[in-house]
């Protein structure tokens, strides 16, 4: 990215407050006048002087001279307060503004973006989550910098040149000469940090993703005795960004040495030039005061320059992979336009095919179709596609070759919000917001009342436990176990009322009361909808009134549980296995001992 179109990008967001803009350029402009003020004045107070001494005038006819002098520099002084004053409160009201306008519209930006954005391998919540906090703070530190330091230090800079041509063209022209060399000096110095700055920051953004994950493994790190090779991990990245940064701290210690050099050069050079036109009766004395401070006032911005250079070096990197996050037009989820009366539910896929953005092909040629009103069971091995599979009927990715139909129109073609509406998702960990209960299950319909929230709850059977806490449905979710989260997400579906349900394994991760009563809640919502299930539990697909089997990315079978088995394969080898790891027999002998088991529809509203 260039600066220029860094201005070009950031432009849009300084917009609304061009007022700021304007006034902070115009304190500029005045600033910049000012600040020559200061060698002006002391050029005439070394002349008046040496012409008081040369004159043999007595001192109290010195002192009208002391006294404009005096109430010049305290006048400016004040005016530079000010002006400085304005410069800074203007610069920080657009960098807080700009950052604030920033800060939101990436949020909103990325809400937008379909799934597969967040699954590539850049996009790990730590490593987004560095980009953007420091695409922020690096921008909006730039902006501010360029208002209260750059502006204000290069215009002072070209008002300094033009009264040095101005007041002798050979002194002007030395100044002229030496500004490109220490130019030159700092652009090589800035491009050798440039390569190392892209290293710091993905060194950072590691570390910082490097850290997320120790805190979600933490248990298994800790169980395995694993802390010394986290630990090492983290070192190492740690040694590589140390590295970097003492890398670029000689670089730069170099270089400054360097250009301190050559502006002590250039003040000899003008202090000799104007020794010689001041021996020769071309100038007052004073002069040399008023080229040294003019020539300090042209380099001060370059001194900075490697410093400045360095910011919006920082900028440009930042603000690239900030802006590509911003403006990755092409990640934003497509939609089309279709929304009918009312979505009946019935699904027809032709030859599709599916990769993932990583290259992973998860779907080959499947063919299916998914009747509406009843429960179609996706059965298949870990990592067989259904979960992929249900991605793509959720619209959350489109297939890469073949169609998928709903209610005999391209799915494409509906409008993705309309759709969603009309689909319910219950996936094994169902995510639970913080806040409270209420809010949870309100996140299926903001807008439903009270009695219908209760009402949702009951049906999910999870009424009663919610209020056997002691603020009922104004208690925290996070305080629910892992079965009464999942009731709480089925809730929010009851509350949705979608005619279509997908169903991933809701119950793969709950204990065997929980998943009864989840069964129980879900029996009673499946009636009069389209029901799509992935599950591994016999009891959930065995009576699905239609089971596609997948293998590796392929339907294989499918048929009813009895047609399916008939056919000797991957169902059948499925089906054999899990009943064995049930232990029929064992279970059988047990119930009928004991006379167990017949309660299992018990109704818990009761
Ligand atoms: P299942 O639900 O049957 O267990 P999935 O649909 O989750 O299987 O996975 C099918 C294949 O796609 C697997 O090979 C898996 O590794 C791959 N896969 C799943 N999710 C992603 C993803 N986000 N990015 C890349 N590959 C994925």
Known sequence: ???????????????????????????????????????????????????????????????????????????????????????????????????????????????TYRLAFFSEDDSGSGKLQARIDQGVSSLTRTIQSFFIEIFPLFASAIVALIGMLNANIYVGLVALCIVPVYFFISLQQAKRLKGWRREIRSNRENRSGGIINILESITVIKSFNREDIEAKKQQDLQIALTETQMKTRSTNFKYDGLKTFIEQFGVVVIIILTAYLVLTGQMQIGAIM??????????????????????????????????????????????????????????????????????????????????????????????????????????????????????????????????????????????????????????????????????AARQAYIHDEIMKHAQGYESSALALSGGQQQRIAIARLFLKKPPIIFLDEPTASLDAVATEQIKNSL????????????????????????????????????????????????????????????????????????????????????
């Open 1 to 111: 990215m260039t600066l220029l179109q860094l201005f070009k990008s950031v432009a849009p967001y300084a917009r609304p407050y061009k007022w700021l803009v304007v006034a902070a350029l115009a304190l500029t402009l005045v600033g910049s006048i000012t600040a020559q003020v200061n060698a002006y004045v002391l050029q005439f107070t070394v002349n008046s002087i040496a012409q008081l001494l040369e004159d043999q005038k007595q001192l109290s006819e010195g002192l009208f001279i002391i006294a404009i002098i005096t109430a010049i520099l305290l006048g400016k002084e004040a005016l530079s307060i000010l002006i400085t004053f304005g410069q800074k409160s203007f610069g920080e009201k657009i960098r807080i503004f700009v950052s604030r306008d920033l800060a939101q519209q990436v949020i909103e930006r990325v809400l």
């Open 290 to 455: 008023l080229h040294i401070l003019l020539f300090n006032n042209v380099t001060a911005p370059i001194r900075q320059l490697h410093r400045i250079y360095g910011e919006v070096n920082d900028a440009l990197i930042y603000a690239e992979g900030f802006f590509d996050i911003l403006n990755a037009e092409e990640q934003v989820e497509q939609s089309g336009e279709y929304r009918p009366e009312k979505i009946s539910g019935k699904f027809e896929l032709r030859g599709v095919d599916f990769t993932y953005p990583n290259g992973t092909q998860a779907l080959f040629n499947i063919d299916m179709t998914i009747q509406p009103d009843r429960i179609t069971a996706l059965v298949g091995l870990s990592g067989a596609g259904k979960s992929t599979l249900i991605n793509l009927l959720d619209k959350f990715y489109e297939p890469d070759g073949g169609e998928i139909l709903l209610d005999g129109v391209p799915l494409h073609d509906f409008d993705t919000h309309y759709l969603r509406e009309n689909i319910g998702l219950v996936l094994q960990k169902n995510h639970i917001f913080s806040g409270t209960i209420a809010e949870n299950i309100l996140y299926g319909k903001p807008d439903a009342s009270y009695e219908e929230m209760v009402d």
């Open 523 to 606: 029996d009673a919502i499946k009636k009069g909808r389209t029901v799509i299930m992935v599950s591994h539990s016999i009891s959930q697909y065995v009576d699905a009134e239609m089971i596609y089997v997948l293998k590796e990315g392929r339907v294989v079978e499918h048929g009813t549980h009895e047609d399916a088995y008939r056919q000797g394969g991957t169902y059948k080898e499925i089906f054999d296995a899990a009943a064995r790891s049930l232990n029929v027999e064992k279970i059988n002998n047990t119930i009928s001992e004991g006379g167990g088991a017949s309660a299992s529809g018990a109704d818990p509203r009761r």
